[in-house]
């Protein structure tokens, strides 16, 4: 079993910053995608920027050059450094883990923290 841990989160104003960081434990598979995924109220859950196990990183036309996702200093750790923060940013960004060996869609998410954008 993996577990993720979520951080980070809280009320900004619009062009303020934000840094999230998730810690995975456990069966952590070598290889994997992690990254981090938003759902605003009455809206589908979107991806919001994703890096492999070989560093490969995606992200969408609505974040990039504004968020940027890393490497934590802890092992089994990723940060989402947000910047220029929009009021359309707002929702619970929730981390996750899929697994690369699985067949299936085989992934781990985390409780949700809050991020909220307002003036």
């Known amino acids: 079993q993996v577990q993720l841990v979520e951080s980070g989160g809280g009320l900004v104003q619009p062009g303020g910053s934000l840094r999230l960081s998730c810690a995975a434990s456990?069966?952590?598979?070598?290889?994997?995608?992690m990254g981090w995924y938003r759902q605003a109220p009455g809206k589908q859950r979107e991806l919001v920027a994703t890096?492999?196990?070989?560093?490969?990183?995606n992200y969408p036309n609505s974040v990039k050059g504004r968020f940027t996702i890393s490497r934590g200093n802890a092992k089994n750790t990723v940060d989402l450094q947000m910047n220029n923060l929009k009021p359309e940013d707002t929702a619970v960004y929730y981390c996750?883990?899929?697994?690369?060996?699985?067949?299936?869609?085989?992934?781990?998410w985390g409780q949700g923290t809050q991020v909220t954008v307002s003036s």
């Open positions: 456990g069966s952590i598979p070598s290889m994997y995608r």
């Open positions: 890096i492999n196990s070989r560093g490969i990183i």
């Open positions: 996750n883990l899929r697994n690369g060996w699985s067949r299936y869609e085989d992934d781990t």
